[in-house]
């Protein structure tokens, strides 16, 4: 099956397209730009709603969208206020719209099964990291609506890149469901694999190896969906990859005493231009 | 495990979400409103490996994201000094206001028309005075009415 062919003759194909135009002209309506009015601003509002409906028929028409109302809103959610952090002038917005895109993405990860990375996005993303954000916000934003929130760099070129991007990731994915899964879906994963391997160490009486029991069960039920995920989870974060962590660790160190060392250097160098301007 | 329809949902809301973030990257000129698109791009990248990692029932995914997390951290906390010491330096959040680091064959960025300020300025509302009138107004000035 050629895909151009596909892309070029097919319903879905025109719809994609059609969709794929429709958000490029809404991002480019909806970027800050010189020429903006009120009116140009609700066109692209529309024009990206006509898009995210565009995208999730195409997706269907592929057969690559679900019915699940939940997964739905959530992601409905992130992506209306991932365009509305780009979009927004103003920069605290921005960051709250950002952090609404937290909300629908931890909403997504919990649909999908993934408790603990739900929990984590609130806590560590929209608690610590965009906390972090608007701080610097309130040190640093000069007062006033600045210039430089209001206008875009290359508004067109960008929105149509991301745009064809999208359409060509959403193709991709439609071919993707389309197709025949590939070989390494066919073959047993390596959660079943291990497990299979594991089975017989059972008898072989490794009771003492507390790893391995830890996550033999994790890796047999092989469903992240289950009450046990976030224990499962950590058996394989401290088992197969406690190394990992340590180097993470020493990452969180070293980027903590950086920042403290670069803000202490800025502070000397000003008392220093100071006594030197006295 | 899930099925194939969930994963593909979720590789499509992840492409939405770093395509939004690749665009906002490209365009936005504030710092802060860069570094915020980013990180939409690296959720979009964390529900992406989520799919997959649900999808083939293995736990490799899941645990990258949480390593993407511990570095997102890590990479906003040095990237806001730098910002904060641009802001320092040069009184604007402004990406351009580094131009003179961009490469010899591109041109100057030069604003021709800004855009006129049309925000709307909230009419506060007035309080009839009552009590003793405060002395000092000095805290006022550092107050702004709008973000």
Redo the contacts between chains.
């Keep these: 099956m050629d895909p151009v062919s596909t892309a070029t003759v097919s319903p879905s194909g025109l719809l994609l397209a059609g969709s794929v135009a429709a958000l490029a002209a809404s ?1 480019w309506l909806l ?6 009015t009120v009116a140009s601003r609700r066109l692209g509002f529309l024009l990206g709603a006509v898009a995210l409906v565009g ?1 999730a028929a195409t ?1 269907r028409s592929l ?4 019915e ?1 109302a939940v ?1 739905l809103t959530v ?1 409905g959610i ?2 209306i206020s ?2 509305a ?2 979009v927004t002038r ?6 709250i719209w ?1 952090a609404m ?2 909300a629908g ?1 931890s909403g ?2 919990l ?4 408790q ?2 739900g929990v ?2 609130i806590v ?2 929209a608690g ?2 965009l906390v ?2 608007l701080f ?2 309130m ?17 067109m070129l ?2 149509a ?3 064809v ?2 359409g060509l ?2 193709l991709s ?2 071919r ?2 389309a197709a025949e ?1 590939p070989a390494c ?1 066919r073959m047993p ?4 694999a291990l497990a299979a391997a594991a089975a017989p160490a059972d008898g072989a009486a490794t009771k003492d190896d507390e790893s391995t029991t830890l996550i033999a069960p ?1 890796m047999a039920g ?4 289950d009450a046990n995920e976030v224990a ?2 950590g058996a ?2 401290f088992g ?2 406690l190394f ?1 962590v340590e180097v ?1 660790g020493v ?2 160190l ?3 005493v ?2 403290i060392a ?2 202490s250097r ?1 502070e000397a160098t ?1 008392t220093d231009h100071r006594r030197e301007g006295r | 495990m899930i099925p194939a329809t969930m994963l593909t949902n979720a590789l499509l809301v992840g492409a939405v979400l770093f395509c939004l973030g690749l665009v906002g990257i490209l365009t936005r000129r504030n710092l802060i409103v860069m570094f915020l698109s980013a990180e939409l791009m690296l959720q979009g990248v964390s529900v992406t490996l989520v799919a997959w990692s649900r999808y083939h029932g293995d736990w490799g995914g899941q645990v990258l994201v949480v390593f993407v997390l511990t570095v997102a951290a890590c990479e906003a906390a040095v990237a806001l000094v730098f910002v904060l010491q641009a802001f320092a330096s040069t009184g604007r959040l402004d990406a351009s206001a580094w131009q003179a680091l961009r490469e010899e064959n591109l041109p100057r960025v030069i604003d021709h028309e800004l855009p006129a300020d049309d925000r709307v300025v909230p009419t506060w509302p007035h309080l009839s005075p009552a009590g003793v009138v405060p002395e000092g107004d000095d805290s006022r000035s550092l107050e702004r009415d709008h973000v």
């Design positions: 991002l970027l800050p730009k010189a020429s903006d995208f997706g057969g690559c969208v679900g699940d997964f992601a992130a992506v991932g365009l952090t780009i103003s920069p605290v917005y921005s960051a950002f895109t937290l993405v997504v990860l649909v999908l099964g993934a603990f990375l984590a996005t560590v993303y610590a990291i972090m954000f610097v916000l040190l640093a934003q000069p007062s006033g609506m600045a210039p430089y929130d209001r206008v875009s760099n290359e508004p960008a929105a890149a991301g745009a991007l999208l990731l959403t994915i439609g993707l469901s899964p879906c994963s390596r959660a079943q994790a092989g469903d992240t969906g499962h989870l394989e974060l197969r990859h990992a993470a990452l969180l070293v980027a903590l950086g920042a670069v803000v800025g000003e």
